[in-house]
Each structure stands twice: as C-alpha cells, then as structure tokens.
C-alpha cells in the first residue's frame, strides 16, 4: 500500500530518514536502504541538510525508487528561487516521486558553504501554494502545463521551547494546512506527556501528525542538545539512564525503540533519525517491534 493510502486509511506509518553522500558513491546509501526495505513504509531525504553541500534530494529519492522503496524527498526554499522549485517538483513526479515535504532549511551558517548565498525567493507558504498550483496544472506565472503533477505533501513544525512558541508554530502550521499540507512531521520527542499535550493542541489542524525519534547516539550528544538546544525537551533523567548505562550505545538504540513504540498510541506515524548512524536502523526496528 502506498504511503498517500496508508495516510487516507490511518494506518500507522514508519518512515526513516536517509542523508544523501557527499560525493558519488552511493554503496553506503543503497546497503543502509536495502536493510529496511519492506520493514518502512518510505525513506525520507533531506534537501542538503543542515546546509552540507551533498547529492541533491531528488537525486536521492530517484535512488530509493530503483530500489522499490518509496520515497519522500525534502523541498525547501533556501536554495532555489521559483523557476528551479517548479521545475525539480515537475522532474520529481516524472522519475517517480509522489511525496514532499515542504522544509524551512537550516541556515548557512550551519553548512560546509558559508559565503553561498540563500535563495528565499518563496517561503514555506509559497512553496505549497506553488506545489497547489501545478497539481491543478498551472505554474506560478499562470501558464496552462502540459500534464499536472499529482503529489503528497507534508511540512513540518519546528522545536518550540514554551507555549507561547508552540502556538506560534500551530498557527503557522495551520496556514500551511490551508496551502496544502496534508501531513505535518513534527520535532524530535523526548517527553511523552509533552507530547500528548501536543497532540491535544494539534489536534484542529486535522492532518495526520507525524512524531520524529532522533537517536541520540551518547552522553554527549544528549548533553550538548539539553543544554543547548532548551526547545528538544531533554531530561536529566533521560541523560542519566544513558551515562548509567553499561553500554551507552545500545541504551541510546533501545530509548529510540522505546519511543517509537510508545507513540503508536499517540500519533499515526514515525520518523525516525539517526544522522550518520542509518546502519542502526535495523536494531531500532527490533527493539520498536515493528
């Protein structure tokens, strides 16, 4: 069943994310991929993030589509102005790709190209607009296209460190709701009954919500994000089974397991991240059940 069926039936949807290379070879992505194939309902591909010069999304969705595994690649404004947004979309639905996700795009100043120059020519709202607008065949100069694309279209909702934050982000992706957003990833969770309070408030927005895991890998990782980073929720608790731990690795691999089966009662999906550690993916899966 397709993922655009899954989400139209409310059946529960595992999607794992999937960093194109840095380079040509693609053996590291096609193994990791080949791994979970058929244990995920789709890979997702980010659009170059955190601002690292990689193998475009696309590119990287058209490889998960050779290999029978559906794709939903990340669209972000950041890079492209609208000419070149439209364009990948349309090249997209032909070589096979039916899902996006409209992405805002971490800043430059995060990536490996600190001089490049952002794009912004549309913002998020724009974007799914623009996406609206081609599925109903016409681009955004308001010329008739030849053939329409036909897409499933997500966006996200960015961390938020206090309510005030969250309702800034719900009102927000209310309006992406009304462009065309028909699922909405949300941030890394760490906190179940902050994010069942979540859920309660989200609820309105009427579109399937989509929890990330993030694997926190170590300590310091944990650590660094708990303090840095207020607005992932990390507990001190949470720090502490990882240091406890006799080994840390597996501890941080059996949390996001836990996780993951803990929000099926939550939410109608996951999305699960391990930033470089896609090899793990499997044993996630182990310890989720799934």
Not at 81 to 90: D, F, I, P, V, W
Request: charged residues 25%.
């Amino acid at each position: 069943m397709s993922f655009q069926k899954q989400l139209s039936s409310g059946e529960f949807v595992v999607l794992a994310e999937m960093d194109t290379p840095k380079g040509v070879d693609i053996s590291e992505l096609i193994t990791n991929a080949r791994r979970i194939k058929g244990r995920v309902d789709a890979v997702v591909i980010p659009d170059m993030g955190d601002g690292m010069m990689r193998m475009s999304a696309l590119g990287g969705g058209v490889l998960m589509h050779q290999q029978g595994i559906e794709a939903i690649i990340h669209v972000c404004c950041r890079d492209r102005n609208r000419l070149a947004l439209q364009a990948e979309l349309l090249s997209a639905h032909v070589l096979g790709i039916q899902n996006v996700v409209v992405a805002r795009g971490e800043e430059m100043a995060y990536g490996d190209h600190f001089d490049a120059k952002p794009v912004n020519d549309l913002d998020e709202i724009g974007l799914l607009q623009a996406i609206r607008s081609l599925q109903e065949g016409v681009d955004l100069a308001g010329i008739e296209l030849k053939g329409s694309p036909i897409f499933t279209v997500g966006c996200t909702i960015e961390p938020y460190v206090d309510d005030k934050a969250l309702d800034r982000e719900l009102e927000l992706a209310q309006k992406k709701v009304e462009a065309g957003a028909q699922f909405i990833i949300t941030p890394p969770v760490f906190d179940m009954d902050l994010f069942a309070s979540f859920v309660e408030k989200a609820k309105p927005l009427g579109v399937p919500l989509i929890p990330t895991v993030f694997l926190l890998k170590s300590v310091g990782i944990a650590r660094y994000m708990a303090t840095t980073l207020p607005a992932y929720h990390i507990s001190e608790e949470l720090i502490s089974r990882i240091r406890k731990a006799s080994n840390r690795e597996l501890e941080c691999i059996r949390i996001a397991g836990e996780m993951v089966a803990n929000l099926k009662q939550l939410a109608q999906g996951v999305h699960i991240v391990t930033l470089g550690w896609e090899y793990q993916l499997p044993s996630i899966l182990d310890y989720s059940g799934l």
